[in-house]
Every structure is written in structure tokens, then in C-alpha cells.
């Protein structure tokens, strides 16, 4: 019995130790309950954070052009559960903001107007059992694309329900590499195109109208990026792969595509060495901006390449590049050594810092609404 | 002299059972005794003024049928970073990087050399006979690079006359079994010791799933959460070890051992992941992705030993080779499962030690070592087609010697000259002092100075992409001091240790992307100092004849913190606590023994963790809840006959069924249950 005395004050200490987490609690207390109205006439901006890839640290920021007010991690604020793991992109389509979550394996729905009594990014749905998913493409109201890095496949999805709808294959049964990892989407009547990074070299011509690839357009080593201009010429830079890379290494490019007849129209080249990125257009689709170590602009009409970068990328080393298509201003993104907050530069359409702001980890997208 | 370093002995190695019930427990072998303690006296004479500790038997019996990792996190200051129940477990200690804490098996390093790190999942306790943590400065008397210390792990033999069989067996809940045994053999000149293993799980636990939506109510915003059953976290380990002991003359030993072992786990998704669809408790869904890792390694070492008069002489060979192969398969439009990811490495390490030591004169003693190492690695990943293929030999000559000056103060010096691929790296050098007062109690102050030099992994150097072959080793320089007094009472021991230490390591490494995207780079670029107190209390001893108890704590205070330079104007890191290193941490084991009946309490606690280099509270993902975990068993001793020993214990680990997480969105189980036998023949 004697025992059993020493062994109950062993216990009793232990217990004093002993504690509880009340996460439901903190979310509670937290909830924004942002009214839709206010996104909207306050002229925000959403960026989504990548965060640690298999830390399952994504988030999303919004930031106000106004103000110039930040508030960070607006998806878990409002929705109690974290956003997951690498939130690779973002679209607002009919009142819902559709945010990627690529090593999740699903798209989160939120609300973003289409439901009025409900708050600004409130969870309303989801798409899951998506493989590697990278982008989504609507192309109507009852049928969108999503990309994926790792399925060769793009899957197709029924906004209005969010159910899939269907699948395109894009396996090239190359028994050399795995393609086509599908990215970015742009549109051309009813071509869709999209471009294949990892280990590839191609950007794939999609008919919307009978979910197939019917051509494929050939460029330099790992497109990175796409978008089309006015003139409704596509454009992408590519990385040039790695040095040893058993894909090849070359020299970055950037290239412009006829989007009507897929034919190359004329490709630049940086040096060996250089890291090409991030091909964006502002608003009227007539400047091209990318990141090539700083921050490059040139006329979508220009025969060749500045001899200088816009913004010198001397003391930092700029992740991500957003342009606001209302004002032309640059976002720019500084994810400093990828494992704190990172900061995202606002600057003029002609280079001036407007603001700076603090964000989440790896910040990478910019949805302006 | 004798009579002193006795003391120290009994001081060292009686925690758990009390020197009376080691007396009366011994068999007729009080000779083999004294060759222990001779031993041991040898070793406690080249390391005046480092600090050492010896895991407690009783921490090791008790978790014979888990890992080390838990060994190590509930009776260690060392921090255990663990990917989830049978996953990855690395260990930080003293605040620093997994691959600065280097792993022996019988004097041989075990760390990969790919990786650097150990992981300490895949180490059975079972297998092991004693573990010595080597702290910063001690380590290097065996080995490089530990900037944050060692483990020892060692076998010895059992020189018990006869056949002993020890059986355990053990049933878990999440359909959890493992069996181990062990056969001890021994004659008047051989020793044979085998052992098995076999474990298996399906870890399919059940938690409430806070990270994830199930469903939602459009019309009031109301949300609700799974509950889901753990997927993909299954193991099954097995393996062997045996080893053989032959005495070839009365002060002659050779020795061999051989440890070979294969694990296939499941590696499972991140709580947030809907990869699958949905894990609703309810249905098992196809699963579109799996991960799978597999481990297969065979370690071997022969030894010779001679005990000479003057000097002792030991030859030491050994062969390590792992295979480490993880893939990743996915699941196509054709519901076809392709491959995306299937990397496999080989890595071969051999090595070659001679040493010799000698008590020169009354008062100093000289010890030397030649050591030999080669790796070889050769890693592939067949989708990508990446791969590389390198190898790195390390020569290293060691020297100590240590003098007593004066009744009970003691100085030692020791000298590593690495040559690593032909090159001569910077010195590795530790002096230490020592102080002891031995009367009715025990006082004892130690110090030292530290420098050491950790070299990049073959993974740093050459991994495709991003490999960098510019990289430099990582140094640093630790300086130590300790306090330790012992108050023996005739019915009780009070054994209190404090440890303060500082260290500053330079051109730390880190992995950061190369580009604005793609591929990660290591660069040397942070400079972390560490400075720590690090506290430990032992009592144990008897209330009355049947009744005896023991509890034993341990407290670290970490600061480790980068001083490295800043990237760019935005970087916040600078002075901040390295990420997943807890500042504070803690564990008690306490027992109470009452006749036959035992209980057993575990305690361990981490303070908050950071999850960024910055450690800002901007969202709820950027720290970790402070954590406390208790486990208690009960276990009865039966005789079954005059030759059989039986255990019985049950055992509850998670015993407040905390939710509680060691890693982000790694779930880890509620309250679980074990039932163990243990038999002896």
C-alpha cells in the first residue's frame, strides 16, 4: 500500500504538467467574416502563399491597394483548418475563389459573392483526389481544366457541381521521361494551351470541344510559364533545366508563338547560367515583364531583348511576379530563404516602391479582384 | 586508486537496481565482474574532463520492444523529431543538425553517409546492450564531426556459463505485434549471443481529422470534420543480430558481430491531404497515390583485443552496407498506377581501426588510434534519370593523453588529424580538466574546450540537382563545464548533474532553392551559436526490503540561434531559434518496485517549437504546441518453474490521450495499449 502512496504523488505532479490545446477555441475567437462587399470595393488583392512543401504550410493573404492593410492566413481565420500543402494558384469564377493545392491533392471553393449570407472566403466546397494539381482553366460555366504535374492527365470539372466530368490524357508514352507534366492554361477560341515544365520542352494545343490534344508546339528546355498577348501571341520562357540534368541543360529563352498557327515566331536567348521565369502581362496585354535574376520588361513588339533589367535583382532574389491588370503595378516577390514570411514589393508601372508587406511562407500568386 | 575508480563504477552503473540487489542477484562470476570494472576504469581514465552518460538498463528493458528513438527522447536531452508512430525519428542534440550527431555501433559510425543522419526508428532496442551518450566534447575520442555529441551503442558478451533463452512478446493496439528473441550460449572461452527481431503494424489508428473538411452546411456556414482512420503509416520490420566472443588466451579476446535488418513502411500523406479522395472512417477509398520507403542494411565488425600489462591493443575491421529505396506511384486517367518517383541508393562503407593504450607511468595514461574509413554511395532516381555515383576515404590519427597532476585533478589532451580524399582538414582537438573529490559523497567539476569539424554529406556534395562539390565543412567550437555531486546514503543515492556549454558553429549548412524555382543548392551560410544548461537528477534507493523505487530526470535548457548573414534586407532570422529545436525540454522515468510488481511512469515534455527561421506567430502553423507525453506500465514477475521466468506488463502510452503533434500535420496516435510477456529460460 505503501507503493501505491509514492506512485499517486507521481501522478498528481504529473498531471499538474498535463495540459490541453483548444484550437477551437482560438478559430472562434478569430473568424473574420468579411463581407464580400468589402473585398470588392476596397480593391483587394489575394495572395497565396506556397508555404514548405510537405510541411503543409500554405496560406492565404489579402492585402488592401487602398489601406494598404494586410491580413494574413484568411483561409484557416475563417475556416478553422489550415489551407494545406503548396497552394499553387488561383482563380475567381462566379462568385467563388478556387484556390490549388498542389501537394494536397484538391482545389478548395470558396466564397467570393455567390453566396451572400455567407462571409468572403468561406469554405463552400472542394475538389479532391486530384493527383499534383497546378492550375485551373474555366472555360465555361459548366466546364473547366485542371492541370497536373505528376497524372498526365488534365482532369475536367464541372464548376456548377464540382464534380469530374472527364479526363484528357496527355501521356506521350515517352519511355525516356515521364510527360507531359501540364501547367499554366491560356485561351485561344477553343484551343486551350498549356505549357509542360518538368523535363519537357512542348506547350500542348487542347480542342476544348472534343477534350483532346491536337497539336503540340515545340520550344526550349522547361517552359516555365505562358500567357498571350494582344496581338494573340503566346509567350513563355523557359529555365533551360539544370546543369547535369539528364534532360539536358541549355540557356534559358523566351519565346512568342503564333496562337493561330502555332508556329514559332521568334525566340530569345539569355546566357548559360541564367534563371528565366515568370513570363506576366499587365493589363492591357501590350508589356511583357519576367524574372531573369531582377525583373525584365519589354513591348510585346520588341525585335529583342533589353540590354538591362527593369529592376536589378542584386540584393534579392525575386521568387514571384505579379502584374495588376487594372493599374500595371508590379508585385513582386522576395520569399527570402523560403522558411520565414516572405515580403512582397509593390511597385509603380515604372519601377517605384509604392509599398512593401509582409506575407506567408513562399509567397506566389497575386489574384487581383 | 583502484578503490577509488571502483566507486566511481558502482556510481555510474548502479541507477535502477541498488548495489544490494546487484550483489545478491550475481552469479558465481564475480571474476567476469572485475573485467568489466577494469574496463570501464580504463575508459572513465582517457576522458578526464568530457562529459559521458550511460542510459539507465532500466530505460533500456523497459522499451526493449520499441526503437531507440524513444529510449533516446525519455531519457536523454536529446531532442527527437519524429515524422509519426514507427516513421522517421531524427535526433537534434544540443540544438544542432541530425547529421552532427553521429552514431556508433561497437565503435563504428553508423550515420549514413549519404544522409548524414541516423534515423533512429530503424534501431531496435533490443539489439542493443548498453547506450552511452558522448556529450560535444567526448565524442571525440571515437569520432568526428559530432558537433552536437554521440551515441554509443554496444553489445557485450555474456559470460554466464550455459544456455538462456529470453523470449518477449508483444501485442499492441492498431493490430501491432513483435516478437523478439534472444539465445545466449556460453563456455569457459566462447560466447554466443543471437538475436532476432520481428515487428509489424498496421498503425491505422483513429483521429479526429481538424485539418480537413467533410462537410458543410451552405445555408449557416457550418463545417464538420472526419474522422478518419491513420492510412499508409503500416511497417514491418525484421531482423538479426549475432554475435560471437571467443577468448583466445586469458587476456586475448576476439569478437564478431553482424546486424542485419530490412524495414518496409508506408510513409504516410500529410492530415491535409485529399490525394485520396476521402479517408472518412467509413469505406476505405481507392487510394490514387502511395509512397513506400524500404530499408535494408547488414552491418559487421570483428575485433581483437589484447590487455597487456602496460598496453592494451585492439584491431577493429568493419563493413557497412544500406540500401535505401523510396517510390512514389500515382494513379493515371486509365486508373493504371505509373511510377513517378523510384529513387534507390547503395551505400558500401568499410573501415579499418587499430588502437593501442598504455598507462605509461602511475599518473598518465596514452592512448592512439589509426582509423580508416571508406564510403562509397551510389544513388539513382530511374524516373528523372538522375543519379550520382562517389566515394570519399577519411584517414584519421588520433593521440590523448591524460595526466593527474594531483589527487583527483586530471588533465587530458586529444588530437584528430583528419585527411579526407588526400587532403589534411583542420585539426580536431579537446582538452579537458578534471576534478573530483571522492570521501562519503562524490564532487566532481569538469571543462573543456572544443573544435571540430563536421564535413558535408555525400548528398551536400553531389545529389543531382543542386549538389555542391564547393561546399566547405561546417566548424565549430564548443566549451564545456560540469558539475556533479553524488550523496550516498545507506539507504538512498542522490546523484545531481549541471552542465553549462557554449558552441559556435561556422558555414552551417542549408538548402535553398537555386533559382526563383526549381531545384535546391547547399550553401555554408548560417553561423549558429548554441548555448545550453543541461540538468540531471538521480535518486533511487530501498523504503523498506520489498520495496524500492527510482526516478531519474533530465532538463535541457537550448538556445540555439543563427548569427548567420542575412539574405537580403527582409531576412528575420538573424538571432532566432533554428526551427524544431525546443528551448526547453524534459523527461522523468520513475519507477517503483514492490516485491515482484513494477510500475513504471515516462514522462516527457517539449516546449513550443518554431516552424520558421523567423519564428513569427503569423500564422497557426508557424509553431508547434508545447508537449507532454506520459506513459506508464505495470509489469509482475512469476515464476512458471524453477527454470522459467515470466513478465507480464501491460503498458499505456499516451496515458491523458493528448492530441498532440511532433511535426505539422502529422497526427499522432490517442491512448493505446500493449500487453507484453517477456520470458527467461
Redesign the interface.
Known amino acids: 500500500m505503501q507503493a501505491m502512496k509514492y506512485w499517486y504523488i507521481i501522478i498528481i505532479g504529473l498531471l499538474i504538467f498535463n495540459s490541453c490545446m483548444d484550437d477551437d477555441e482560438w478559430s472562434q475567437r478569430n473568424k473574420l467574416n468579411i463581407d464580400v462587399d468589402d473585398i470588392i470595393s476596397k480593391e483587394s488583392v489575394f495572395i497565396s502563399n506556397e508555404g514548405n512543401f510537405m510541411y503543409g504550410n500554405a496560406s492565404l493573404s489579402l492585402y488592401n491597394k487602398a489601406t494598404h492593410e494586410v491580413i494574413n492566413d484568411v483561409f484557416y481565420k475563417q475556416n478553422g483548418v489550415p489551407l494545406g500543402d503548396v497552394a499553387q494558384s488561383m482563380k475567381v469564377h462566379n462568385g467563388l475563389l478556387y484556390v490549388v493545392v498542389n501537394n494536397s491533392g484538391k482545389i478548395y471553393v470558396l466564397n467570393m459573392g455567390k453566396y451572400p449570407h455567407l462571409p468572403a472566403f468561406d469554405y463552400v466546397g472542394k475538389i479532391t483526389g486530384l493527383t499534383s494539381p497546378r492550375y485551373i482553366h474555366f472555360i465555361n460555366d459548366t466546364k473547366a481544366y485542371i492541370t497536373d504535374l505528376y497524372s498526365k492527365t488534365i482532369t475536367i470539372i464541372n464548376p456548377e457541381t464540382l464534380e469530374k466530368t472527364g479526363k484528357i490524357s496527355v501521356d506521350n508514352h515517352s519511355p525516356e521521361f515521364y510527360q507531359h507534366p501540364t501547367e499554366q492554361m491560356v485561351q485561344y477560341n477553343k484551343y486551350i494551351f498549356t505549357n509542360c515544365w518538368s523535363y519537357d520542352n512542348k506547350i500542348l494545343v487542347i480542342d476544348s470541344e472534343k477534350d483532346q490534344v491536337v497539336d503540340s508546339i515545340t520550344v526550349g528546355l522547361q517552359p516555365t510559364s505562358l500567357v498571350l498577348d494582344k496581338n494573340n501571341y503566346l509567350w513563355t520562357i523557359t529555365d533551360g533545366g539544370y546543369d547535369g540534368s539528364p534532360y539536358g541543360y541549355e540557356a534559358p529563352s523566351l519565346w512568342k508563338i503564333d496562337a493561330a498557327t502555332h508556329k514559332v515566331e521568334q525566340s530569345f536567348q539569355f546566357n548559360l547560367g541564367d534563371r528565366g521565369s515568370e513570363v506576366k502581362l499587365n493589363g492591357t496585354r501590350d508589356t511583357l515583364y519576367f524574372i531573369n535574376g531582377g525583373i525584365w520588361k519589354m513591348a510585346v513588339n520588341d525585335k529583342q531583348l533589353p540590354d538591362h533589367p527593369f529592376i536589378s535583382g542584386e540584393d534579392k532574389l525575386f521568387y514571384g511576379l505579379n502584374i495588376d491588370p487594372v493599374n500595371s503595378d508590379i508585385y513582386a516577390i522576395d520569399a527570402i530563404d523560403y522558411s520565414q514570411p516572405g515580403v512582397v514589393y509593390r511597385l509603380s508601372p515604372k519601377g517605384k516602391k509604392i509599398d512593401s508587406f509582409k506575407v506567408g511562407i513562399i509567397p506566389g500568386e497575386a489574384c487581383f479582384y | 586508486m583502484h578503490r577509488k575508480s571502483l566507486i566511481h563504477t558502482i556510481l555510474l552503473t548502479s541507477l535502477l537496481i541498488s548495489c544490494f540487489s546487484v550483489q545478491a542477484d550475481l552469479p558465481d562470476t564475480i571474476k567476469i565482474e572485475e573485467v568489466r570494472i577494469i574496463k570501464q576504469f580504463s575508459k572513465k581514465q582517457q576522458q578526464a574532463g568530457v562529459k559521458r552518460q550511460k542510459i539507465d538498463t532500466l530505460a533500456l528493458s523497459t522499451l526493449a520492444h520499441r526503437s531507440l528513438s524513444e529510449v533516446l527522447s525519455e531519457n536523454t536531452p536529446i531532442f527527437i523529431k519524429t515524422y509519426g508512430r514507427g516513421s522517421m525519428a531524427s535526433a537534434s542534440f544540443r540544438g544542432t543538425a541530425p547529421s552532427h550527431t553521429k552514431v556508433l555501433w561497437n565503435d563504428f559510425e553508423i550515420n549514413n553517409p549519404m544522409l548524414g543522419m541516423v534515423d533512429f526508428s530503424l534501431i531496435p532496442t533490443w539489439f542493443v546492450d548498453d547506450v552511452n551518450l558522448a556529450y560535444g566534447a567526448a565524442s571525440v575520442q571515437k569520432t568526428t564531426g559530432a558537433l552536437g555529441g554521440s551515441v554509443e551503442l554496444n553489445n557485450q558478451p555474456n559470460w554466464n556459463k550455459g544456455l538462456n533463452i529470453h523470449t518477449l512478446t508483444s501485442f499492441g493496439e492498431y493490430h501491432t505485434y513483435d516478437q523478439f528473441l534472444a539465445v545466449n550460449y556460453t563456455t569457459a572461452k566462447l560466447s554466443l549471443k543471437s538475436k532476432a527481431f520481428y515487428s509489424r503494424s498496421e498503425n491505422d489508428f483513429t483521429f479526429y481529422n ?4 467533410s462537410s ?1 452546411d ?2 449557416t ?1 457550418e ?1 464538420t ?1 472526419p474522422k478518419q482512420k491513420q492510412q499508409q503509416a503500416d511497417y514491418e520490420k525484421y531482423g538479426i543480430l549475432q554475435e560471437i566472443y571467443y577468448r583466445l588466451k586469458r587476456n586475448e579476446t576476439l569478437a564478431f558481430k553482424i546486424w542485419s535488418q530490412k524495414a518496409d513502411r508506408s510513409l504516410p500523406m ?9 479517408k472518412e472512417l467509413e469505406g476505405e477509398s481507392q487510394l ?2 502511395y509512397n513506400k520507403q524500404y530499408d535494408f542494411s547488414t552491418r559487421a565488425v570483428s575485433n581483437w583485443k589484447h590487455y597487456g600489462d602496460r598496453w592494451n591493443y585492439a584491431v577493429n575491421l568493419g563493413y557497412i552496407h544500406t540500401d535505401l529505396d523510396y517510390i512514389y506511384d ?5 486508373g493504371e498506377i ?1 511510377r ?1 518517383i523510384d529513387s534507390k541508393s547503395d551505400v558500401n562503407s568499410f573501415f579499418f581501426k587499430a588502437s593501442g593504450e598504455a598507462q605509461l607511468t602511475d599518473n598518465t595514461k596514452f592512448n592512439t588510434a589509426i582509423q580508416y574509413q571508406h564510403h562509397h554511395v551510389d544513388s539513382k532516381e530511374k ?4 543519379a550520382y555515383d562517389e566515394s570519399r576515404t577519411e584517414l584519421n590519427w588520433l593521440g590523448a593523453i591524460e595526466h593527474q597532476w594531483a589527487k583527483g585533478l586530471t588533465q587530458s589532451i586529444c588530437i584528430q588529424t583528419p585527411v579526407t580524399d588526400n587532403k589534411f582538414d583542420p585539426l580536431i582537438w579537446v582538452a579537458g580538466i578534471q576534478y573530483e573529490v571522492v570521501q562519503k559523497n562524490v564532487f566532481n567539476t569538469q571543462f573543456n574546450v572544443t573544435r571540430n569539424y563536421h564535413r558535408p554529406t555525400l548528398n551536400d556534395l553531389y545529389f ?3 549538389g555542391n562539390p564547393e561546399l566547405k565543412a561546417e566548424e565549430g567550437y564548443t566549451t564545456e563545464l560540469d558539475f556533479g555531486y553524488a550523496f550516498l546514503w545507506p539507504k538512498t543515492d542522490l546523484k545531481l548533474n549541471t552542465t553549462g556549454y557554449i558552441s559556435e558553429i561556422n558555414d552551417w549548412i ?1 538548402w ?8 535546391w543548392e547547399p550553401m555554408n551560410l548560417k553561423k549558429v551559436s548554441s548555448k545550453g544548461i543541461e540538468f540531471k537528477a538521480n535518486l533511487s534507493g530501498f ?2 526490503e520489498k ?1 524500492n ?1 527510482k526516478f531519474i530526470t533530465n532538463y535541457a535548457f537550448t538556445k540555439s540561434v543563427n548569427y548567420g548573414k542575412s ?7 538573424y538571432g532566432k531559434q533554428l ?1 524544431y529545436i525546443p528551448k526547453k525540454s524534459m523527461n ?1 522515468l ?1 519507477s ?1 518496485n ?1 516485491n515482484k ?1 513494477t ?1 513504471i ?1 515516462r ?1 516527457n ?1 517539449y516546449s513550443q517549437r518554431h ?4 519564428n ?1 506567430y ?5 509553431y508547434l ?2 508537449y ?1 507525453m ?1 506513459n506508464l506500465s505495470i509489469g509482475h514477475e512469476l515464476s512458471l518453474s524453477k527454470k522459467v521466468l515470466a513478465n507480464i506488463q501491460l503498458k499505456v502510452d499516451n496515458l ?1 490521450d ?2 498532440y503533434r511532433s511535426i ?2 502529422r497526427p499522432m496516435p490517442g491512448r493505446n495499449y500493449t500487453i507484453l510477456l517477456d520470458l527467461k529460460f
Open positions: 481538424k485539418d480537413i473538411i458543410v451552405l445555408a456556414g463545417k470534420h500529410l492530415s491535409s491531404d485529399e490525394k485520396n479522395d476521402n490514387n497515390n500515382v494513379r493515371l486517367h486509365d505509373n513517378r524516373i528523372d534519370k538522375t543531382q540537382p543542386g542549408l535553398l532553392p537555386a533559382g526563383s524555382r526549381g531545384y523504503l523498506s520495496l523505487y539574405i537580403g534586407e527582409n531576412d528575420l532570422s526551427p522523468i520513475a517503483l514492490y510488481t510500475i511512469g514522462f515534455y516552424t520558421t527561421t523567423s513569427e503569423e500564422t497557426m502553423r508557424d504546441y508545447s507532454y506520459t491523458f493528448e492530441d505539422l500535420q
